[in-house]
């Protein structure tokens, strides 16, 4: 049985999730014209964070402007935050 970090159960999904950030590094091969975020990277390995946007844009312009302006993200239910550890940046929302 797998025992999860404090950082994946403060980001587990709820009943007050309504997007998922998918965090890691990003896979640049030449065959992709997009890059993309890359699950088998051993050093860094995807996770998925579970988040309110309404509560993320309330404390942070960032999220405030990804979620609310006229970006492509603002319709996405996955969005990904790429060249960033997992718990470098659940820390940072930590702190949010």
């Keep these: 049985m797998s025992t999860m970090s404090i950082y994946e159960s403060t980001f587990a999904q709820s009943d007050k999730t309504d997007a998922i950030l998918i965090v ?4 640049c091969t030449p065959k992709q014209k997009q890059p993309r975020l890359n699950d088998s990277s051993s050093a860094a390995p995807v996770k998925k964070m579970y988040v309110n946007k309404a509560l993320l844009s309330c404390h942070s312009d960032y999220f405030d402007a990804l979620f609310n302006s006229n ?12 060249d960033v550890k997992f718990e470098d940046f659940a820390t ?3 702190l949010v």
């Design 24 to 27: 890691g590094y990003v896979d």
């Design 71 to 82: 970006f492509i993200q603002k319709s996405m239910q996955e969005i990904d935050i790429e």
């Design 92 to 94: 940072l929302l930590s």
